[in-house]
T-cell receptor, first 118, second 116 residues
Framework: GAVVSQHPSWVICKSGTSVKIECRSL??????MFWYRQFPKQSLMLMAT?????????EQGVEKDKFLINHASLTLSTLTVTSAHPEDSSFYIC??????????????FGPGTRLTVL | KNQVEQSPQSLIILEGKNCTLQ??????????LRWYKQDTGRGPVSLTI?????NTKSNGRYTATLDADTKQSSLHITASQLSDSASYIC???????????????FGRGTSLIVHP
């Protein structure tokens, strides 16, 4: 149980285009989903937290107009990298939190999406 | 500022040997500490979780310890296998006394390579 999927697994795009990454909780409802970015040999960096039906909360330094997050349902969140540039090339990982808010801290991570911007 | 420091940054061992990874943290107010295993190009997978009152937690060949007084944790891997080659990440969560959601702080991870 508690499986989180991401699609696509990897994507290569041209500079200036937009890329959408999907994150789905397959067998549970996730009221909160998180988006992380990870550069080579670095730890995960939290980009934003999204609660179903409300606007995402972005971490300091993360441009909300560039990284659009939509959490329209309890099982799906999307991250759209708009006007992507080579410096946006990274490994993007989502996680979903199960359980009632405050009562548990269990995050289940997706397999990640490798984005390469040429 | 909440911080999680892991050591060593990287480690190479021979198959069958044991190893211990360290995690020191300054996270307040402490709620729980998790160890994750992240294979290259994959998302992290939880190995253990410990709260303030737990000193040790095992998951197969993985044993995590926690000393809440010194704010240190270790992950011990026994009889290492080639499949243990991965990055091991220590994550310490705080739960603000004023309310709100858990706030996780990630360590940078220890890269473990197990050679045959």
């Amino acid at each position: 149980g508690a499986v989180v999927s991401q699609h696509p697994s990897w994507v290569i795009c041209k500079s200036g285009t937009s890329v959408k990454i999907e994150c789905r909780s397959l067998d549970f409802q996730a009221t909160t989903m998180f988006w992380y970015r990870q550069f080579p040999k670095q730890s995960l960096m939290l980009m934003a937290t999204s609660n179903e039906g409300s606007k995402a909360t972005y971490e300091q330094g993360v441009e909300k107009d560039k990284f659009l997050i939509n959490h329209a349902s309890l099982t799906l969140s999307t991250l759209t990298v708009t006007s992507a540039h080579p410096e946006d090339s990274s490994f993007y990982i989502c996680s979903a939190r199960t359980g009632v808010l405050f009562s548990t801290d269990t995050q289940y991570f997706g397999p990640g999406t490798r984005l390469t911007v040429l | 500022k909440n911080q999680v420091e892991q050591s060593p940054q990287s480690l190479i061992i021979l198959e069958g040997k044991n190893c211990t990874l360290q995690c020191n943290y300054t996270v307040s107010p402490f709620s729980n500490l998790r160890w994750y295993k992240q294979d290259t190009g994959r998302g992290p997978v939880s190995l253990t979780i410990m709260t303030f009152s737990e000193n040790t937690k095992s998951n197969g060949r993985y044993t995590a310890t926690l000393d809440a007084d010194t704010k240190q944790s270790s992950l011990h891997i026994t009889a290492s296998q080639l499949s243990d080659s991965a990055s091991y990440i220590c994550v310490v969560s705080a739960l603000p006394a004023s309310g709100g959601s858990y706030i996780p702080t990630f360590g940078r991870g220890t890269s473990l390579i197990v050679h045959p």
